[in-house]
């Protein structure tokens, strides 16, 4: 069965710290792998996706198969950075587009 | 293009009313998504279309719920009766089918069923 699991409802850090946004997956076959941001009052964006090994917004994320998982790192956390992060998940190619639960991030001055 | 259109933006109706919630896809993308988002449970699926046709309707709650999509441009999910623990914002997204895989979301509904 398909599944994200974002064990962290809500991650409070002070600017400058580092900042680790949990995502684990369960999926046969080869998933791709996404985070999604949506910041205050406006509608879910894309951050960034696997596939693409960039880093956006400082953000980086690295699919990990052997555990399943796909964390949003960012080394030094800034105050726009607070948002609700998603984390989701679909086959190669299109198909089913499931989320994670969320997580809040918030970070203070 | 203006990307997802979603309408309502807010809807407000009393328990046992019919809502109807409507979305209008990005041209060319052959996906849509319908999503219910709640602080409990987060984002869920409802139910997705290909092509018009709809694939995996297993998130939608209960037989209260149904979705259309009569053409490519046009979507509704329909609650009838309404609960008030049908409170939520629902979000429709849509993506191309194969190629570039990034899902566009509207700005959701507000719904509060009192």
């Known amino acids: 069965a398909q599944r994200v699991t974002q064990p962290e409802k809500l991650l409070s850090v002070f600017k400058g710290a580092p900042v680790e946004l949990k995502c684990n997956y369960s999926?046969?076959?080869?998933?791709?792998l996404f985070w999604y941001v949506q910041y205050s009052r406006q509608r879910l964006q894309l951050l960034l996706r696997?596939?693409s090994r960039e880093s956006i917004k400082g953000f980086t994320a690295d699919l990990n198969k052997g555990e399943t998982s796909f964390h949003l790192k960012k080394p030094f956390a800034q105050e726009e950075d607070s948002a609700m992060y998603y984390c989701a998940l679909s086959g190669y190619q299109g198909g089913k587009l499931i989320f994670g639960q969320g997580t809040e991030l918030s970070v203070k001055p | 293009d203006a990307g997802v259109i979603q309408s309502p933006r807010h809807e407000v109706t009393e328990m046992g009313q019919e809502v109807t919630l409507r979305c209008k896809p990005i041209?060319?993308?052959?996906?849509l998504f319908w999503y219910r988002q709640t602080m409990m449970r987060g984002l869920e699926l409802l139910i997705y279309f290909n092509n018009n046709v709809p694939i995996d309707d297993s998130g939608m709650p209960e037989d209260r719920f149904s979705a259309k999509m009569p053409n490519a441009s046009f979507s509704t999910l329909k609650i009838q009766p309404s609960e008030p623990r049908d409170s939520a914002v629902y979000f429709c997204?849509?993506?191309?089918?194969?190629?570039?895989?990034?899902?566009?979301f509207g700005q959701g509904t507000r719904l509060t069923v009192v």
């Open positions: 997204a849509s993506r191309p089918q194969t190629g570039d895989t990034e899902a566009f």
């Open positions: 999926y046969s076959g080869s998933p791709e």
């Open positions: 696997h596939i």
């Open positions: 041209s060319g993308h052959n996906s």
